[in-house]
């Protein structure tokens, strides 16, 4: 006899309701387990990796560059919705700026207390290139790019950084490859500087 599939449906959505812990548990198991089984593939063959992802890049820039066009028109309303109802009524955010304000403050120094290691980045960055300290070669991969980064492991020492390509810091961050020893930048100049040593910066 053939299976009644509203029946069965039916039936799967009272499995699910009952057993629906046991079933997200197992499903965040299953995808921990394929991506450490796709990051130790990735480990054993960076290099592979590496060469392929740069062959397609080169293949397809042109396809990547009309990408990149089209998300930015779809996601451009998006991105601008703040100004959005300023263009219509002009005198809106002055009013609800007055009605709203301990709100408003309260928003921005959580926003700022949330975001302060974008600042650090920021002020990394104004130090390496203030004192010339960016390398031209990767310290895991050792190949010369015009893009190396610098990528800190330790916040809480914020002027020890690793500089990597663009290719290894996506490895870093994504399939948490080991980083080699960092390097102090106020050990490689001279003179002393002003450095930010906690997150108020």
Known sequence: MARDPVKHAAN???????????????????????NEVHRKRREKNIE????????????????????????RERTKEKRHYMNKWKQIDPKYAEEYYK?????????????????????????????????GLRPNKCSICWKESKRIIAHHPNYDKRNEVVFVCQWCHHDIHLWYIECPEPIDLLSKINKDEEWHSDKSI
């Open 12 to 34: 799967q959505r009272v499995y699910y309701a009952r057993h629906r812990e046991e079933i997200l548990a197992k499903m965040k198991e299953d995808k921990e387990h394929t």
């Open 48 to 71: 592979k990796v590496r060469a392929k992802d740069r062959e397609w890049y080169a293949n397809h820039k042109e396809q990547k560059a009309a990408y990149d066009k089209i998300y």
């Open 99 to 131: 009605n709203n304000k301990d709100k408003i403050i309260e928003h921005n120094k959580k926003h700022r207390d949330d975001m302060w290691y974008k600042r650090l980045h920021w002020h990394t960055q104004r130090f390496i290139k203030k004192n």
